[in-house]
Every structure is written in structure tokens, then in C-alpha cells.
């Protein structure tokens, strides 16, 4: 089974608008972290919030919210009023184990385009 | 968060060509990771690379065709061997940031396109 599954493989939206990007995980380790990227066209990876298994509160860095259902296993970004650059691909990952070392997961990707 | 420099951005390379990827960090660490991202595709770790140990291969990558070097606690090269079309991907260099969140950190990634 995929450890990330993300659905969406491209999104639109307007811009200053808000968008959610869908992820989902699976893993039987009580302990774990989740993570979304982002991939500009230039190539890097650029880290923009992490959840912890343990944590109560969903998320939140600047414009960027992650809504936390553990239940469901779901780990979706929020990108509050979209900018032209948040054109990108973004990637949802995850880190099974309460150990920074453990080895990463990647989804394949949703591609963001926010339409001015 | 650790700034990490690779070399080069991006390259044009002949089929049978090797080509090695420099990756700098600027502080000291005691992993580093490779990963490799086929075009359209999502990242697949290719080894962990440990100063003063063998790096650690995934499955489906080996040695002979992904060597890796770490001499030190800040810099580890991978080079990619023989190459092949299919070896056309971005392949970037990350480390942990060293936080309790584990977050990683990338450099800029390399760019191969083997004609």
C-alpha cells in the first residue's frame, strides 16, 4: 500500500483565494511526522510545515495550515489567499518513528496554479 | 536551517558519461541523503551517505552505478554512472535538520538531462 497518496494531480485556483491539497497516509507506527513541500519550477524542495502524530493542534505557518484528522488519516494543506507564487508543485511526505533519522515518504505531487 | 549548496544546477550529458554532484552544507551533519526525482515523478531516496562508513543504498540502486563519497562531516558527492537516457531526473542532496520535528532540507537539486 502507498504510505502517501495524494489524488489531486493538478489544482487551480483564484488568486486570494483559499485551496486545499489533499493527502492522505498510511502507517501502523503510533509515532510519525507529516510534511508538505514545496517545488517551484527552479527544482528545490522548500519545507513548509510539519505535524507531529502526537500533536493536538492542526499546524499553522504564515498562510500555510495543515488540517490534521488523524482518524482519517488526512493531512491536508491550506493555502490561505493564494499569491501567483504559489505556483507549484507541492509534495506531502511523511516520517514513520519517533526518530529523526527514519526514512522519508513522498507523495507524487499536486500541481498548484493560481490563476490571477 | 542548514543552507546546502549543490553543483551543478543543472547539466547536458551524453549517453555512456559520468557525472559527479557536489553537495555542500554549512554546518556539520551526520547524514546525508540522496534522492532522485524522475521527470513527473515524486522523490525516491537512492542512499544515505555516513562520514567515515559505506553509504547506505536503497532497493534498486547499487553502488557500482550510484557511487558516494563523504570525506567529511559537510560535503558528500554522488556521482551517477554510465549514463543513460533514463537517468535524466533532478537529483538533489537533503539533510535532517536537526530539529525534534525532522523536517528535511534540500539543496537546489541538479538538473541531468542524458541525451
Known amino acids: 500500500a502507498q504510505k502517501i497518496t495524494q489524488t489531486q494531480p493538478g489544482m487551480f485556483v483564484q488568486e486570494k483565494e483559499a485551496v486545499t491539497l489533499d493527502c492522505t497516509y498510511d502507517t501502523s507506527d503510533p509515532s510519525y511526522g507529516l510534511f508538505w513541500y514545496k517545488q517551484p519550477s527552479s527544482g528545490e524542495m522548500i519545507f513548509l510545515i510539519y505535524?507531529?502524530?502526537?500533536?493536538?493542534q492542526n499546524a499553522t505557518e504564515g498562510r500555510y495550515s495543515l488540517n490534521f484528522q488523524k482518524a482519517r488519516k488526512s493531512a491536508n494543506l491550506v493555502i490561505s489567499a493564494s499569491q501567483l507564487g504559489d505556483s507549484a508543485m507541492y509534495f506531502c511526505?511523511?516520517?514513520?518513528?519517533?526518530?529523526?533519522?527514519?526514512?522519508?515518504?513522498f507523495g507524487t505531487g499536486t500541481s498548484l496554479t493560481v490563476i490571477p | 536551517s542548514a543552507v546546502i549548496s549543490q553543483k551543478p544546477s543543472r547539466d547536458i550529458c551524453q549517453r555512456g558519461t559520468s557525472l559527479t554532484i557536489q553537495c555542500q552544507v554549512d554546518s556539520q551533519v551526520t547524514m546525508m541523503f540522496w534522492y532522485r526525482q524522475q521527470p513527473g515523478q515524486s522523490l525516491t531516496l537512492i542512499a544515505t551517505a555516513n562520514q567515515g562508513s559505506e553509504a547506505t543504498y536503497e532497493s534498486g540502486f547499487v553502488i557500482d552505478k550510484f557511487p558516494i563519497s563523504r570525506p567529511n562531516l559537510t560535503f558528500s558527492t554522488l556521482t551517477v554512472s554510465n549514463m543513460s537516457p533514463e537517468d535524466s531526473s533532478i537529483y538533489l542532496c537533503?539533510?535532517?535538520?536537526?530539529?525534534?520535528?525532522?523536517?528535511?532540507?534540500f539543496g537546489e537539486g541538479s538538473r541531468l538531462t542524458v541525451l
Open positions: 511526505a511523511m516520517r514513520e518513528g519517533p526518530n529523526t533519522g527514519n526514512q522519508f515518504y
Open positions: 537533503s539533510v535532517d535538520s536537526g530539529e525534534n520535528t525532522g523536517e528535511l532540507f
Open positions: 505535524q507531529g502524530s502526537y500533536d493536538q
